[in-house]
């Protein structure tokens, strides 16, 4: 071969080389051209270098000559290419066999040789907010003890919230102040008994005893529901209260059931939600209207006792609304605070931070 045929490969190579190095964006560009030029095999260059072997003899010093300074400048180029790659972001280091022959083209290995031992990055994966574990653990409790959990709708209708509840129209409950009135619904002709008004209230429920009526207006008895769900006031938010929390509703209903049964369930009820603490129950004198007698629960559990909530023996008045007979069926019905179980639970001492979304507050539950 002659030696102007070989310089004018070799300074072609170069050139192409030198445009392939400065046009790679990435490290796995980067990489595709080092082996396509200066690979150890089927590199390029190495191709021109076995090219050498055929120059005539009287040649060849001048051509190895060409040959190293064609080498250095694809070098050179395969070695900015690299900086500019690293400078990017992309970690970029030699592997370990570049330490060991430098002859050899540095391997381009994105962040380093793979050590499975080092321990992995902690991946941050979401959970239930405690709340709903809260509230998935007493489904969980009351399941066991025979309760089927049904919803109701949070949009209710007075007939619902209060007048089936023995909570008549003339009753302080039912102030504005104490409820979040909607716009009022229209009533099907249909649906309403002569001389009705053609318009209904609508309002927040502000109680789940309103499942209490739904179940039973649908079903006949025996019944043996709870019901899980939020409910709305508008109260002040403060450390105790928010115009939003969750209440569980329980209702039993059958012959023959008295505020033994009740007392029973409850304790049952607290003894499994917190577990190895031996729990007490406590029963004070208390009034609803949709109870009679009715209490207030109390709970006491590690040396300190907590409000739980009301309960009491459903009132033959709510009996007869749904259409039960007072004479054949008796029942217990209770209703508990989700939120302060929940904080009681986790020593949480202001509601608020349940409603804060602030995942620092959340991620430890
Ligand atoms: N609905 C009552 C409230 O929100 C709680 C309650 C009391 C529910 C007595 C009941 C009950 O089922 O029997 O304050």
């Known amino acids: 071969m002659a030696l102007a045929d070989f310089v004018a490969d070799l300074d072609a190579l170069a050139d192409a080389a030198q445009q392939a190095f400065a046009s790679v964006a990435d490290a796995a560009a980067l990489e595709e051209a080092r082996v396509e030029f200066t690979g150890a095999k089927a590199g390029k260059l190495k191709a021109a270098q076995q090219g050498l072997g055929k120059v005539d003899k009287a040649d060849k010093p001048a051509a190895g000559k060409k040959f190293n300074e064609a080498k250095t400048a694809v070098e050179a180029a395969l070695e900015a290419a690299r900086q500019r790659v690293a400078a990017s972001g992309i970690v970029v280091r030699p592997g370990p066999a570049v330490a060991k022959a430098s002859a050899i083209a ?107 009526i739904r179940v039973m207006e649908s079903t006949p008895p025996p019944v043996r529901i709870i019901s899980l ?43 499994s939600y917190f577990g190895k603490y031996e729990v007490h129950i406590r029963f004070r004198p208390s009034f609803f209207p949709f109870t009679e007698p009715s209490v207030e629960v109390d709970m006491n559990w590690q040396g300190g006792w907590m409000e739980m909530g009301g309960a009491g023996m459903v009132d033959p008045n709510v009996l007869r609304a749904v259409g039960y007979d007072p004479e054949e069926v008796t029942g217990f019905a209770f209703g508990l605070g989700v939120e302060r179980v929940c904080m009681r639970q986790h020593g949480i001492t202001d509601i608020r931070a349940l409603y804060e979304n602030d995942v620092r507050f959340l991620s430890q539950f």
């Open 229 to 271: 769900g939020r409910v709305y006031r508008p109260d002040t938010a403060d450390a105790t209260h928010y115009p939003m929390f969750h209440q569980i509703e329980g209702l039993l209903i059958d012959r023959g059931v008295t505020m033994a049964d009740l007392k029973s369930v409850l304790r049952l009820f607290c003894q």
């Open 106 to 212: 540095p391997r381009v290995i994105i962040g380093g040789p793979l050590d499975v031992t080092v321990p992995g990055k902690k991946l941050r994966l979401g959970h239930l907010h405690p709340v709903t574990q809260t509230i998935a653990d007493m489904k969980d409790i009351m399941g066991r003890l025979g309760f089927t959990a049904v919803e109701g709708p949070e949009i209710e209708d007075e007939w619902h919230n209060f007048e089936a509840l023995n909570i008549p129209a003339i009753h302080p409950a039912r102030d504005p102040l104490d409820n979040f009135y909607l716009a009022t619904a229209q009533v099907a002709a249909s649906q309403r008994p002569a001389g009705a008004p053609q318009e209904k209230p609508l309002l927040l429920r502000s109680q789940t005893s309103t499942v209490q």
